[in-house]
Nanobody, 119 residues
Framework: QVQLVESGGGLVQAGGSLRLSCIASGSTFSFSTMGWYRQAPGKQRDLVATITRGGSTNYADSLKVRFTISRDNAKDTVYLQMNSLKPEDTAVYYC?????????????WGQGTQVTVSS
């Protein structure tokens, strides 16, 4: 049973930083892509950033200056460094991991970690 466990969320003042971590456990295979999505109250879940096993990254355009995604393949862990946080970054942040099997993508999701940025 694959589990993605996020940590590192919390309450921070505007301008502050947080580092989220997501550890994948229970897998006997590797994930092609890992990433972060976020969902603010009353809104849809949106892409924050993704990173492939080879290190290629993709960011939401509005976040690429302040956020940095990284990955440790040996530990099946993905990180999100968030700097210069703004109140509009307040959301539940979800970890995502994709396994590709014979051309089919299987998505795994974490339970989410709350990030609250106060003004």
């Amino acid at each position: 049973q694959v589990q993605l466990v996020e940590s590192g969320g919390g309450l921070v003042q505007a301008g502050g930083s947080l580092r989220l971590s997501c550890i994948a456990s229970g897998s006997t295979f590797s994930f092609s892509t890992m990433g972060w999505y976020r969902q603010a109250p009353g809104k849809q879940r949106d892409l924050v950033a993704t990173i492939t096993r080879g290190g290629s990254t993709n960011y939401a355009d509005s976040l690429k200056v302040r956020f940095t995604i990284s990955r440790d393949n040996a530990k099946d862990t993905v990180y999100l460094q968030m700097n210069s946080l703004k109140p509009e970054d307040t959301a539940v942040y979800y970890c995502n991991a994709i396994r590709e099997v014979d051309g089919t993508k299987v998505n795994y999701w974490g339970q989410g970690t709350q990030v609250t940025v106060s003004s």
